[in-house]
């Protein structure tokens, strides 16, 4: 008898307990479902200071961060929230492992990609992480090719309506970087398709002479026959028939010298190297035969230069 009274009073206890916390609780429940504006605080401290407190294992916590990053961009586009912090946990990410090309890859998605619009601030700082990208990874083309595209297409079709006056600004920058990445990536993943648009984008801009030595760099370093035809159009359309074809003349002449001293050197490869002067014929000073070019640069205007007198 005495265990039943207990457990009666238990259940009754249990029964108090729970009105009571509706009570005071079921408001603040109803208020807090209520509430649409939501803001994040960022506990961490300064990247030099979180490259400190890492004791070393900087990979491993930039591992956590950028694990972190995904997951709350993934819930916040659910929640439809803006991810504010996003910025700051790059910095740290990039100063904790500045070489690591994965973020640099998914910076303009993850930034630009939000349930708001996106600020020109926003748009200039994701510029500015690619850029902190190439000068980590100098030669690596796919970066290029994200900071070309995004500085060159990208943000100026999309985020610079109150800011009109930035838009032929950051597609004639962004056509230099593809130029670079067009340089560097010869024909590694279609480099060079993706990155000729930037020529285009010079040539309208009044660039003429840098669209030129776009599709001249683009033309020596590919070797894919179909995009040689595409630029050789390009080209034709961009200077004419003739200096097009003294352009290519030149390039044509740059890569038989390839052929007969390294033919199993690939042309990107070649143009790393230079040309190799024949000792025997450029002894001495003031020699401007073709053959005593020491660089490729030197070639072009000495090849130019026989061309105008021929």
Partial sequence: MAFWRRL???????AVSTLLVRQVRGGLCHAHASVRE?????????PP?????????KSAVADILWAHVLVTQGLYVLERRRFENLTRLYDAINTLDPSWRTPYLLVDALMTLQTAAVSVREVVETREILERGVKHRPFDTDIWLNLGQFVGFIAPSS????TPEMIPVWRREGAVYLARAAEIGGDEG????????????LAAAGERDAALRFLERAYAVTEDPELKTDIERRLRR???EAAAAKSLGRIAAMNERRK???PWVSET???LLGPRPQPSRCAGPDHTELDCAMTWREFGVRFEGESNAD
Wanted: charged letters at 10%; zero cysteines; proline letters at 4%.
């Fill in 8 to 14: 009666a009073s238990l259940a009754a206890l249990l």
């Fill in 38 to 46: 939501k803001h994040d605080a960022y506990m961490l401290p300064p």
């Fill in 49 to 57: 200071v979180i490259a400190v407190l890492s004791l070393g294992y």
């Fill in 159 to 162: 985020y610079f309506d109150e």
């Fill in 190 to 201: 279609n480099a060079g398709w993706q990155s000729i648009g930037g020529a285009s984008i």
């Fill in 238 to 240: 961009l200077v004419g």
């Fill in 260 to 262: 007969s001293e390294l």
């Fill in 269 to 271: 490869t070649m143009w």
